[in-house]
């Protein structure tokens, strides 16, 4: 079965993720914090990474460009899962190596095209 790691301060964003991709068949398991995300990155494995943008501390483009730097984690897809709707942000996002991009609210259809175009689904 497909792992994911969902990287979202808000909590309730994050676990309905989570359930979500349960859905559609992948093991995913939440991070509520950029830095709980890369300690989590030590020992688990995960064939996607979905990423907020708008986190405090560490924001999502820097989580990115961090795991896209490192040669552990530069193949893993990132989905980029963002509130903000500017085209821009998009283009950063994916400029920095995301593969996708989806603007929330997520969907379970929207989530399935982005594990596909992963290659996880």
């Known amino acids: 079965m497909?792992?994911?790691?969902?990287?979202?301060?808000?909590r309730m964003v994050a676990d309905t993720l989570c359930d979500m991709l349960g859905i559609l068949g992948v093991t995913a398991r939440p991070?509520?914090?950029?830095?709980?995300?890369?300690?989590c990155l030590k020992t688990f494995t995960p064939n996607v990474v979905l990423l907020d943008l708008?986190?405090?501390?560490?924001?999502?483009?820097?989580?990115?460009?961090?795991?896209?730097?490192?040669?552990?984690?530069?193949?893993?897809?990132?989905?980029?899962?963002?509130?903000?709707?500017l085209p821009q942000t998009a283009w950063e996002a994916r400029n920095d190596g995301a593969l996708a991009v989806i603007?929330?609210?997520?969907?379970?259809?929207?989530?399935?095209?982005?594990?596909?175009?992963?290659?996880?689904?």
Do not use: C, W
């Open 31 to 39: 991070a509520y914090s950029p830095r709980t995300a890369l300690e």
């Open 103 to 121: 603007v929330k609210p997520a969907t379970l259809e929207s989530l399935q095209a982005a594990l596909h175009q992963a290659g996880v689904a």
């Open 2 to 10: 497909p792992k994911a790691l969902v990287i979202d301060d808000n």
């Open 54 to 85: 708008n986190m405090p501390g560490l924001n999502g483009l820097e989580v990115l460009r961090y795991l896209k730097r490192d040669p552990a984690f530069k193949d893993i897809p990132v989905v980029v899962v963002t509130s903000d709707p």
